[in-house]
Protein backbone atom coordinates (compact mmCIF):
# COMPACT_ATOMS: atom_id res chain seq x y z
CA UNK A 1 0.00 0.00 0.00
CA UNK A 2 1.31 3.39 -0.84
CA UNK A 3 2.81 5.31 2.17
CA UNK A 4 0.23 8.20 1.49
CA UNK A 5 -2.84 5.89 1.36
CA UNK A 6 -2.05 4.10 4.23
CA UNK A 7 -1.82 7.54 6.04
CA UNK A 8 -4.95 8.55 5.26
CA UNK A 9 -6.58 5.62 6.64
CA UNK A 10 -4.96 5.91 9.84
CA UNK A 11 -6.10 9.19 9.58
CA UNK A 12 -9.67 8.02 9.21
CA UNK A 13 -9.50 5.50 11.66
CA UNK A 14 -8.79 7.76 14.47
CA UNK A 15 -11.99 9.71 13.12
CA UNK A 16 -14.22 7.06 13.37
CA UNK A 17 -12.96 6.22 16.71
CA UNK A 18 -13.41 9.37 17.62
CA UNK A 19 -16.72 8.80 16.83
CA UNK A 20 -17.45 6.10 18.65
CA UNK A 21 -17.04 7.47 22.20
CA UNK A 22 -20.15 7.39 23.08
CA UNK A 23 -20.39 3.63 22.44
CA UNK A 24 -16.86 3.01 24.00
CA UNK A 25 -18.44 4.49 26.76
CA UNK A 26 -21.64 2.43 27.40
CA UNK A 27 -19.79 -0.60 26.66
CA UNK A 28 -16.95 0.37 29.26
CA UNK A 29 -19.81 0.99 32.00
CA UNK A 30 -22.04 -1.63 30.93
CA UNK A 31 -19.15 -4.44 31.90
CA UNK A 32 -17.96 -2.48 34.98
CA UNK A 33 -21.77 -2.71 36.41
CA UNK A 34 -21.75 -6.38 35.88
CA UNK A 35 -18.87 -6.94 37.99
CA UNK A 36 -18.42 -10.83 37.60
CA UNK A 37 -15.56 -13.22 39.34
CA UNK A 38 -13.60 -15.61 37.24
CA UNK A 39 -15.33 -17.88 35.84
CA UNK A 40 -18.96 -16.58 36.07
CA UNK A 41 -18.73 -13.61 33.72
CA UNK A 42 -21.98 -14.66 32.47
CA UNK A 43 -23.84 -11.24 31.64
CA UNK A 44 -20.56 -9.92 30.28
CA UNK A 45 -19.90 -12.54 27.91
CA UNK A 46 -23.43 -11.87 27.15
CA UNK A 47 -23.76 -8.19 26.30
CA UNK A 48 -20.02 -8.63 24.63
CA UNK A 49 -20.45 -11.45 22.08
CA UNK A 50 -24.18 -9.79 21.20
CA UNK A 51 -22.46 -6.82 20.07
CA UNK A 52 -20.32 -8.76 17.88
CA UNK A 53 -23.01 -10.94 16.50
CA UNK A 54 -25.08 -7.69 15.65
CA UNK A 55 -21.62 -6.51 13.94
CA UNK A 56 -21.47 -9.70 11.64
CA UNK A 57 -18.68 -11.61 14.03
CA UNK A 58 -19.40 -15.50 13.93
CA UNK A 59 -19.69 -16.12 17.82
CA UNK A 60 -17.70 -19.49 18.99
CA UNK A 61 -19.24 -20.22 22.65
CA UNK A 62 -17.73 -22.04 25.27
CA UNK A 63 -14.67 -22.65 23.94
CA UNK A 64 -11.98 -25.13 25.42
CA UNK A 65 -14.49 -26.41 28.32
CA UNK A 66 -15.37 -22.77 29.52
CA UNK A 67 -18.89 -21.64 29.46
CA UNK A 68 -17.79 -18.19 29.89
CA UNK A 69 -15.32 -18.01 26.85
CA UNK A 70 -15.49 -17.66 23.21
CA UNK A 71 -14.03 -16.25 20.31
CA UNK A 72 -15.72 -13.98 17.66
CA UNK A 73 -14.48 -13.76 14.09
CA UNK A 74 -14.35 -12.00 11.17
CA UNK A 75 -12.89 -11.70 7.96
CA UNK A 76 -10.84 -14.18 5.59
CA UNK A 77 -7.59 -15.15 4.79
CA UNK A 78 -4.17 -14.02 6.00
CA UNK A 79 -2.89 -12.77 8.48
CA UNK A 80 -5.32 -13.98 11.55
CA UNK A 81 -4.84 -11.28 14.23
CA UNK A 82 -5.99 -12.78 17.96
CA UNK A 83 -7.06 -9.52 19.74
CA UNK A 84 -7.68 -10.32 23.52
CA UNK A 85 -8.40 -8.43 27.16
CA UNK A 86 -9.61 -10.03 30.32
CA UNK A 87 -13.41 -9.65 31.78
CA UNK A 88 -13.32 -10.42 34.97
CA UNK A 89 -13.03 -8.84 38.41
CA UNK A 90 -11.78 -8.63 41.92
CA UNK A 91 -13.57 -10.54 45.13
CA UNK A 92 -14.78 -7.37 47.62
CA UNK A 93 -13.98 -4.62 45.38
CA UNK A 94 -17.16 -3.05 45.08
CA UNK A 95 -16.66 0.87 44.60
CA UNK A 96 -18.75 3.74 43.52
CA UNK A 97 -16.41 4.79 40.51
CA UNK A 98 -15.84 8.56 40.52
CA UNK A 99 -15.74 8.80 44.32
CA UNK A 100 -12.16 8.81 45.49
CA UNK A 101 -12.27 6.75 49.14
CA UNK A 102 -14.24 3.71 50.31
CA UNK A 103 -17.78 3.46 49.31
CA UNK A 104 -19.00 0.22 47.93
CA UNK A 105 -22.21 0.13 45.51
CA UNK A 106 -22.77 -3.32 47.55
CA UNK A 107 -20.47 -3.61 50.45
CA UNK A 108 -18.64 -7.27 50.68
CA UNK A 109 -19.64 -7.82 46.54
CA UNK A 110 -16.81 -7.77 43.66
CA UNK A 111 -15.93 -5.18 41.85
CA UNK A 112 -13.52 -4.09 38.85
CA UNK A 113 -10.51 -3.30 41.22
CA UNK A 114 -8.26 -3.66 38.47
CA UNK A 115 -9.71 -2.43 35.41
CA UNK A 116 -10.97 -5.51 33.30
CA UNK A 117 -14.16 -3.55 32.52
CA UNK A 118 -12.65 -1.78 30.15
CA UNK A 119 -10.01 -3.81 27.17
CA UNK A 120 -12.41 -5.98 25.30
CA UNK A 121 -14.66 -2.62 24.66
CA UNK A 122 -11.15 -0.92 23.62
CA UNK A 123 -10.74 -4.02 20.92
CA UNK A 124 -14.53 -4.10 19.85
CA UNK A 125 -13.93 0.16 19.57
CA UNK A 126 -10.57 -1.05 17.39
CA UNK A 127 -12.18 -3.94 15.64
CA UNK A 128 -15.28 -2.52 14.21
CA UNK A 129 -13.80 0.93 12.98
CA UNK A 130 -10.70 -1.53 11.32
CA UNK A 131 -13.71 -3.41 10.01
CA UNK A 132 -15.52 -0.37 8.17
CA UNK A 133 -12.34 0.27 6.45
CA UNK A 134 -11.24 -3.60 5.43
CA UNK A 135 -14.66 -3.91 3.77
CA UNK A 136 -14.39 -0.89 1.95
CA UNK A 137 -10.85 -1.51 0.59
CA UNK A 138 -11.72 -5.35 0.30
CA UNK A 139 -8.38 -6.18 2.46
CA UNK A 140 -7.87 -9.55 3.21
CA UNK A 141 -7.44 -10.92 7.12
CA UNK A 142 -9.31 -12.24 9.77
CA UNK A 143 -9.93 -10.76 13.30
CA UNK A 144 -10.31 -12.44 16.15
CA UNK A 145 -11.52 -11.31 19.10
CA UNK A 146 -11.39 -13.60 22.31
CA UNK A 147 -12.02 -12.78 26.42
CA UNK A 148 -9.26 -13.51 29.19
CA UNK A 149 -11.75 -15.47 31.10
CA UNK A 150 -10.87 -16.25 35.37
CA UNK A 151 -7.20 -14.42 34.66
CA UNK A 152 -7.15 -13.36 38.24
CA UNK A 153 -7.39 -17.44 38.92
CA UNK A 154 -4.84 -18.02 35.79
CA UNK A 155 -7.38 -20.48 34.95
CA UNK A 156 -8.19 -20.31 30.91
CA UNK A 157 -5.38 -19.27 28.66
CA UNK A 158 -3.42 -22.35 29.08
CA UNK A 159 -6.58 -24.05 28.14
CA UNK A 160 -7.00 -22.42 25.06
CA UNK A 161 -3.66 -22.92 23.74
CA UNK A 162 -4.37 -26.70 24.27
CA UNK A 163 -7.28 -26.94 22.63
CA UNK A 164 -5.48 -25.26 19.05
CA UNK A 165 -7.34 -21.94 19.43
CA UNK A 166 -3.90 -20.33 18.77
CA UNK A 167 -2.40 -22.72 16.38
CA UNK A 168 -3.11 -20.81 12.92
CA UNK A 169 -2.88 -17.32 14.49
CA UNK A 170 -0.09 -15.10 13.00
CA UNK A 171 0.18 -12.39 15.24
CA UNK A 172 -1.85 -11.32 19.28
CA UNK A 173 -2.09 -8.16 20.41
CA UNK A 174 -3.49 -8.28 23.68
CA UNK A 175 -4.58 -4.97 26.06
CA UNK A 176 -4.48 -4.65 29.81
CA UNK A 177 -5.29 -1.77 31.44
CA UNK A 178 -2.75 0.61 32.99
CA UNK A 179 -1.68 4.29 33.58
CA UNK A 180 -0.14 5.39 30.43
CA UNK A 181 -0.27 4.59 27.28
CA UNK A 182 2.63 1.98 26.09
CA UNK A 183 4.26 -1.44 25.23
CA UNK A 184 6.79 -3.92 25.77
CA UNK A 185 9.27 -6.29 24.28
CA UNK A 186 11.11 -9.57 25.58
CA UNK A 187 10.99 -10.97 29.10
CA UNK A 188 8.54 -8.98 31.49
CA UNK A 189 10.53 -9.79 34.24
CA UNK A 190 7.64 -11.30 35.97
CA UNK A 191 6.73 -14.82 37.20
CA UNK A 192 4.76 -17.80 35.86
CA UNK A 193 2.90 -20.19 38.40
CA UNK A 194 1.08 -23.01 39.17
CA UNK A 195 -2.41 -22.90 40.67
CA UNK A 196 -3.06 -25.89 43.04
CA UNK A 197 -5.45 -26.76 45.90
CA UNK A 198 -4.60 -29.87 48.18
CA UNK A 199 -7.04 -31.80 49.40
CA UNK A 200 -6.85 -33.94 52.55
CA UNK A 201 -8.98 -36.27 53.86
CA UNK A 202 -9.12 -37.57 57.46
CA UNK A 203 -12.11 -38.69 60.04
CA UNK A 204 -14.30 -37.29 61.65
CA UNK A 205 -15.14 -37.77 65.64
CA UNK A 206 -16.29 -35.96 68.77
CA UNK A 207 -13.74 -33.68 68.80
CA UNK A 208 -14.04 -33.68 72.87
CA UNK A 209 -15.46 -37.30 73.95
CA UNK A 210 -13.02 -39.18 71.27
CA UNK A 211 -10.79 -37.23 69.86
CA UNK A 212 -8.22 -40.00 69.16
CA UNK A 213 -10.78 -41.46 66.68
CA UNK A 214 -10.67 -38.69 65.13
CA UNK A 215 -7.74 -37.89 62.17
CA UNK A 216 -7.69 -34.34 61.18
CA UNK A 217 -7.58 -33.03 57.73
CA UNK A 218 -7.14 -29.63 59.19
CA UNK A 219 -4.28 -30.66 61.08
CA UNK A 220 -2.81 -31.94 57.77
CA UNK A 221 -3.46 -28.43 56.10
CA UNK A 222 -1.81 -26.83 58.88
CA UNK A 223 1.25 -28.86 58.90
CA UNK A 224 1.77 -28.55 55.27
CA UNK A 225 1.28 -24.86 55.53
CA UNK A 226 4.23 -24.76 58.49
CA UNK A 227 6.64 -27.06 56.60
CA UNK A 228 6.26 -24.68 53.56
CA UNK A 229 6.73 -21.42 55.60
CA UNK A 230 10.13 -22.80 56.96
CA UNK A 231 11.17 -24.15 53.37
CA UNK A 232 10.81 -20.60 52.41
CA UNK A 233 13.90 -19.53 54.35
CA UNK A 234 15.68 -21.27 51.71
CA UNK A 235 14.32 -20.64 48.13
CA UNK A 236 15.31 -18.01 45.87
CA UNK A 237 14.32 -14.81 46.08
CA UNK A 238 12.36 -14.75 43.00
CA UNK A 239 9.72 -17.07 44.48
CA UNK A 240 6.48 -16.04 45.28
CA UNK A 241 4.18 -18.50 46.71
CA UNK A 242 1.03 -17.84 48.79
CA UNK A 243 -2.35 -19.54 49.92
CA UNK A 244 -5.22 -19.90 51.45
CA UNK A 245 -7.18 -22.70 53.52
CA UNK A 246 -10.34 -23.01 51.32
CA UNK A 247 -11.80 -24.97 53.83
CA UNK A 248 -10.70 -25.68 57.32
CA UNK A 249 -13.45 -27.84 58.53
CA UNK A 250 -17.32 -27.06 59.22
CA UNK A 251 -17.19 -26.65 63.67
CA UNK A 252 -15.17 -26.90 65.81
CA UNK A 253 -16.16 -30.30 68.18
CA UNK A 254 -16.34 -31.89 65.28
CA UNK A 255 -12.95 -33.31 63.97
CA UNK A 256 -12.13 -31.94 60.58
CA UNK A 257 -12.40 -34.85 58.26
CA UNK A 258 -12.07 -32.98 54.95
CA UNK A 259 -10.23 -29.89 54.40
CA UNK A 260 -7.92 -27.82 51.52
CA UNK A 261 -5.58 -25.15 51.18
CA UNK A 262 -4.10 -23.58 48.00
CA UNK A 263 -1.67 -22.61 46.58
CA UNK A 264 -0.08 -20.26 43.99
CA UNK A 265 3.69 -21.08 43.43
CA UNK A 266 5.32 -18.49 41.40
CA UNK A 267 9.22 -18.34 39.81
CA UNK A 268 10.85 -16.93 36.55
CA UNK A 269 11.15 -20.09 34.87
CA UNK A 270 9.28 -22.97 33.83
CA UNK A 271 11.99 -25.64 35.46
CA UNK A 272 12.03 -23.37 38.55
CA UNK A 273 8.00 -23.89 38.99
CA UNK A 274 7.82 -27.41 38.33
CA UNK A 275 10.73 -27.57 41.08
CA UNK A 276 8.12 -26.03 43.37
CA UNK A 277 5.57 -27.67 42.51
CA UNK A 278 7.20 -31.31 43.03
CA UNK A 279 8.20 -29.65 46.74
CA UNK A 280 4.74 -28.82 47.68
CA UNK A 281 3.89 -32.46 46.73
CA UNK A 282 6.64 -33.97 49.05
CA UNK A 283 5.06 -31.28 51.76
CA UNK A 284 1.98 -32.65 51.31
CA UNK A 285 2.42 -36.20 51.16
CA UNK A 286 4.59 -35.45 54.35
CA UNK A 287 1.73 -34.08 56.21
CA UNK A 288 -0.32 -37.22 55.70
CA UNK A 289 2.33 -39.31 57.01
CA UNK A 290 2.06 -36.86 60.70
CA UNK A 291 -1.70 -36.55 60.45
CA UNK A 292 -2.88 -40.46 58.96
CA UNK A 293 -4.79 -38.82 56.58
CA UNK A 294 -4.74 -39.08 53.06
CA UNK A 295 -4.39 -36.13 49.85
CA UNK A 296 -5.38 -35.79 46.44
CA UNK A 297 -4.37 -32.39 44.64
CA UNK A 298 -6.34 -30.42 41.69
CA UNK A 299 -4.31 -27.85 39.12
CA UNK A 300 -6.51 -25.10 39.23
CA UNK A 301 -4.66 -23.51 36.57
CA UNK A 302 -1.31 -22.02 35.11
CA UNK A 303 0.94 -19.26 33.40
CA UNK A 304 3.97 -19.08 32.19
CA UNK A 305 6.16 -16.08 32.52
CA UNK A 306 5.71 -13.40 29.68
CA UNK A 307 7.69 -12.77 26.52
CA UNK A 308 6.97 -10.05 24.32
CA UNK A 309 7.41 -9.57 20.25
CA UNK A 310 10.49 -7.04 19.50
CA UNK A 311 8.60 -6.43 16.10
CA UNK A 312 5.48 -5.74 16.30
CA UNK A 313 6.22 -3.53 19.53
CA UNK A 314 8.11 -1.62 17.90
CA UNK A 315 5.18 -0.90 15.35
CA UNK A 316 2.62 -0.05 17.94
CA UNK A 317 4.88 1.90 19.64
CA UNK A 318 5.20 4.45 16.32
CA UNK A 319 1.30 4.21 16.56
CA UNK A 320 1.27 5.06 20.06
CA UNK A 321 3.38 7.52 19.68
CA UNK A 322 1.47 9.10 17.19
CA UNK A 323 -2.13 8.42 19.44
CA UNK A 324 -0.44 10.50 22.66
CA UNK A 325 -1.56 10.47 26.25
CA UNK A 326 -5.01 12.18 26.60
CA UNK A 327 -6.10 15.59 27.76
CA UNK A 328 -6.93 15.44 31.08
CA UNK A 329 -9.67 17.58 32.78
CA UNK A 330 -8.81 19.67 35.73
CA UNK A 331 -11.86 17.13 37.73
CA UNK A 332 -9.79 14.15 36.09
CA UNK A 333 -6.64 15.04 37.92
CA UNK A 334 -8.40 16.06 41.15
CA UNK A 335 -10.01 12.77 41.78
CA UNK A 336 -6.44 10.60 40.67
CA UNK A 337 -4.74 13.30 43.62
CA UNK A 338 -7.33 12.98 45.89
CA UNK A 339 -7.32 8.86 45.33
CA UNK A 340 -3.00 9.33 45.51
CA UNK A 341 -3.69 10.76 49.10
CA UNK A 342 -6.52 8.29 50.59
CA UNK A 343 -4.72 5.38 49.76
CA UNK A 344 -0.95 6.78 50.43
CA UNK A 345 0.60 6.16 46.97
CA UNK A 346 4.22 6.62 47.01
CA UNK A 347 6.09 9.38 45.67
CA UNK A 348 7.54 7.54 42.34
CA UNK A 349 6.83 4.33 41.08
CA UNK A 350 9.32 1.47 40.66
CA UNK A 351 10.74 3.05 37.19
CA UNK A 352 10.93 6.01 39.63
CA UNK A 353 8.62 8.20 37.66
CA UNK A 354 6.91 10.44 39.64
CA UNK A 355 3.50 9.83 40.99
CA UNK A 356 1.37 12.96 40.72
CA UNK A 357 -2.02 13.12 39.41
CA UNK A 358 -2.62 11.11 35.87
CA UNK A 359 0.36 11.06 33.34
CA UNK A 360 1.09 13.32 31.17
CA UNK A 361 4.16 11.73 29.77
CA UNK A 362 4.22 8.93 27.39
CA UNK A 363 5.89 5.89 28.08
CA UNK A 364 9.34 4.94 26.25
CA UNK A 365 9.34 1.15 24.83
CA UNK A 366 10.79 -1.04 27.17
CA UNK A 367 12.76 -3.46 26.40
CA UNK A 368 13.63 -6.71 28.54
CA UNK A 369 14.31 -6.75 32.14
CA UNK A 370 18.03 -6.87 32.85
CA UNK A 371 17.16 -7.84 36.51
CA UNK A 372 14.42 -9.06 38.17
CA UNK A 373 13.20 -9.96 41.59
CA UNK A 374 9.97 -11.60 40.18
CA UNK A 375 6.33 -10.29 40.46
CA UNK A 376 3.12 -10.97 39.40
CA UNK A 377 1.65 -13.30 36.62
CA UNK A 378 -0.61 -13.28 33.84
CA UNK A 379 -1.47 -16.16 31.89
CA UNK A 380 -0.90 -14.27 28.20
CA UNK A 381 2.15 -15.85 29.07
CA UNK A 382 1.13 -19.24 27.33
CA UNK A 383 -0.08 -17.33 24.29
CA UNK A 384 2.90 -15.62 24.03
CA UNK A 385 4.94 -18.34 23.60
CA UNK A 386 2.88 -19.71 20.96
CA UNK A 387 2.67 -16.93 18.96
CA UNK A 388 3.91 -13.48 18.67
CA UNK A 389 2.38 -11.52 21.16
CA UNK A 390 2.72 -7.54 22.54
CA UNK A 391 0.25 -5.82 25.61
CA UNK A 392 -0.84 -3.00 24.80
CA UNK A 393 -1.16 -0.93 28.36
CA UNK A 394 -3.41 2.17 27.81
CA UNK A 395 -4.28 4.97 30.46
CA UNK A 396 -7.71 4.12 32.17
CA UNK A 397 -6.44 3.78 35.75
CA UNK A 398 -4.96 6.44 38.14
CA UNK A 399 -1.24 5.44 38.97
CA UNK A 400 -0.10 4.28 42.75
CA UNK A 401 -2.86 2.48 43.74
CA UNK A 402 -2.17 -1.01 45.29
CA UNK A 403 -3.62 -3.21 42.79
CA UNK A 404 -6.33 -5.54 43.32
CA UNK A 405 -7.93 -3.65 45.73
CA UNK A 406 -11.16 -1.21 45.64
CA UNK A 407 -9.47 1.58 45.15
CA UNK A 408 -8.58 0.50 41.43
CA UNK A 409 -12.43 0.53 40.78
CA UNK A 410 -12.64 4.57 41.31
CA UNK A 411 -11.74 5.70 37.63
CA UNK A 412 -13.07 2.70 36.10
CA UNK A 413 -16.23 4.15 34.86
CA UNK A 414 -15.34 7.75 34.47
CA UNK A 415 -14.09 10.35 31.57
CA UNK A 416 -10.55 8.69 32.82
CA UNK A 417 -11.15 5.61 31.74
CA UNK A 418 -13.33 6.18 28.96
CA UNK A 419 -10.46 8.59 27.72
CA UNK A 420 -7.73 6.39 28.32
CA UNK A 421 -10.03 3.30 26.29
CA UNK A 422 -10.23 5.67 23.40
CA UNK A 423 -6.68 6.13 23.35
CA UNK A 424 -5.82 2.54 23.42
CA UNK A 425 -8.37 1.41 20.54
CA UNK A 426 -6.84 4.54 18.25
CA UNK A 427 -3.21 2.72 19.16
CA UNK A 428 -5.22 -0.65 18.57
CA UNK A 429 -6.39 0.08 15.51
CA UNK A 430 -3.31 1.82 13.69
CA UNK A 431 -0.79 -1.07 14.56
CA UNK A 432 -4.24 -3.98 13.37
CA UNK A 433 -4.01 -1.84 9.76
CA UNK A 434 -0.08 -2.04 9.69
CA UNK A 435 0.14 -5.71 10.41
CA UNK A 436 -2.61 -6.23 7.58
CA UNK A 437 -0.76 -4.13 4.74
CA UNK A 438 2.92 -4.55 5.98
CA UNK A 439 3.64 -8.11 5.96
CA UNK A 440 7.55 -7.61 6.50
CA UNK A 441 6.18 -6.84 10.09
CA UNK A 442 4.65 -9.90 10.57
CA UNK A 443 7.59 -11.93 9.18
CA UNK A 444 9.70 -10.24 10.98
CA UNK A 445 8.17 -11.02 14.35
CA UNK A 446 8.43 -14.47 13.66
CA UNK A 447 11.79 -14.59 12.86
CA UNK A 448 12.44 -13.43 16.53
CA UNK A 449 10.07 -15.62 17.68
CA UNK A 450 11.67 -19.11 15.96
CA UNK A 451 15.32 -17.55 16.40
CA UNK A 452 15.41 -15.21 19.37
CA UNK A 453 12.62 -16.02 21.76
CA UNK A 454 12.16 -19.33 21.22
CA UNK A 455 15.37 -21.06 19.96
CA UNK A 456 16.81 -21.69 23.54
CA UNK A 457 13.42 -22.57 25.40
CA UNK A 458 10.42 -24.43 24.05
CA UNK A 459 6.83 -24.39 25.90
CA UNK A 460 5.77 -27.21 27.62
CA UNK A 461 2.34 -26.97 29.47
CA UNK A 462 2.56 -26.88 33.35
CA UNK A 463 -0.72 -28.59 33.18
CA UNK A 464 -1.48 -32.21 32.51
CA UNK A 465 -3.00 -33.66 29.32
CA UNK A 466 -5.93 -34.58 31.47
CA UNK A 467 -6.85 -31.19 33.40
CA UNK A 468 -9.58 -29.37 33.18
CA UNK A 469 -10.62 -25.44 34.11
CA UNK A 470 -12.07 -24.91 37.21
CA UNK A 471 -15.47 -23.46 35.92
CA UNK A 472 -17.00 -24.05 39.47
CA UNK A 473 -14.81 -21.60 41.30
CA UNK A 474 -16.78 -18.22 42.70
CA UNK A 475 -20.02 -19.98 41.56
CA UNK A 476 -21.20 -19.53 45.72
CA UNK A 477 -19.93 -16.08 45.68
CA UNK A 478 -21.46 -14.70 42.41
CA UNK A 479 -24.90 -16.61 43.82
CA UNK A 480 -24.89 -14.47 46.79
CA UNK A 481 -24.22 -11.25 45.45
CA UNK A 482 -25.92 -11.02 41.73
CA UNK A 483 -29.28 -11.00 43.02
CA UNK A 484 -28.13 -7.05 44.60
CA UNK A 485 -25.95 -6.40 41.70
CA UNK A 486 -28.54 -6.60 39.25
CA UNK A 487 -30.14 -3.62 40.97
CA UNK A 488 -27.63 -1.73 39.32
CA UNK A 489 -26.60 -2.81 36.26
CA UNK A 490 -26.05 0.03 34.35
CA UNK A 491 -29.51 1.13 32.13
CA UNK A 492 -27.89 3.49 28.95
CA UNK A 493 -31.77 3.90 27.31
CA UNK A 494 -32.33 5.73 30.84
CA UNK A 495 -28.71 7.36 31.68
CA UNK A 496 -26.07 9.33 29.69
CA UNK A 497 -22.96 7.35 32.10
CA UNK A 498 -23.28 5.07 35.05
CA UNK A 499 -21.88 8.48 37.33
CA UNK A 500 -24.96 9.66 36.31
CA UNK A 501 -27.29 6.55 37.03
CA UNK A 502 -25.70 6.32 40.70
CA UNK A 503 -26.35 9.64 41.12
CA UNK A 504 -22.60 10.51 41.44
CA UNK A 505 -21.19 14.05 41.47
CA UNK A 506 -17.57 13.74 39.48
CA UNK A 507 -15.18 14.18 40.97
CA UNK A 508 -16.38 13.25 44.53
CA UNK A 509 -13.66 13.85 46.98
CA UNK A 510 -12.99 14.06 51.27
CA UNK A 511 -13.85 17.69 52.02
CA UNK A 512 -11.36 19.61 52.73
CA UNK A 513 -10.50 19.92 56.87
CA UNK A 514 -11.29 23.71 57.90
CA UNK A 515 -9.26 25.80 59.32
CA UNK A 516 -7.92 25.61 62.88
CA UNK A 517 -8.89 21.99 63.03
CA UNK A 518 -7.03 18.87 63.33
CA UNK A 519 -7.80 16.19 59.68
Known amino acids: MPPAK ?49 NGFVIKPGIAGVPTAWTATWGSGKPVIAIGSDIDCIPKASQKPGVAYHDPIIEGAPGHGEGHNSGVPLNITAALALKKIMEREKLPGTLMLWPGVAEELVGAKAYFVRDGYFKNVDACIFTHVGDNLGVSWGDSGNNGLISVKFNFDGQAAHAAAAPWRGRSALDAV ?22 VIADGGDQPNVVPSKATVWYYLRERTYPKIT ?81 DGLATKLDSLRGPEKFSIGGGSDDIGDISWNVPTVV ?32 GAKAEALTLLDLLVKPEIIKDAWTYFNDVQTKDTKYTPLMSATDQPAVTLNQGIMAQYRPQMRKFYYNPAKYKTYLEQLGIAYPTVRPAPKAGTLE
Request: no cysteine; aromatic share 8%; charged share 20%.
Open 6 to 54: LEALKQELIGEIDKQQKATQQMVDMVFSFGELGFQEMETSRYLTGILQK
Open 222 to 243: ELMDVGWNFHREHMEITQRSHY
Open 275 to 355: EMYADALKMAEGATLMTKTTTTHEVQGSAWPVHMNKAIAEAMYQNIQRVGLPQWSAADQVLARAAQVEMKAPKTDRRNRPI
Open 392 to 423: LSYPANIPGLPGHHWANAIAMATPIAHKGVTA
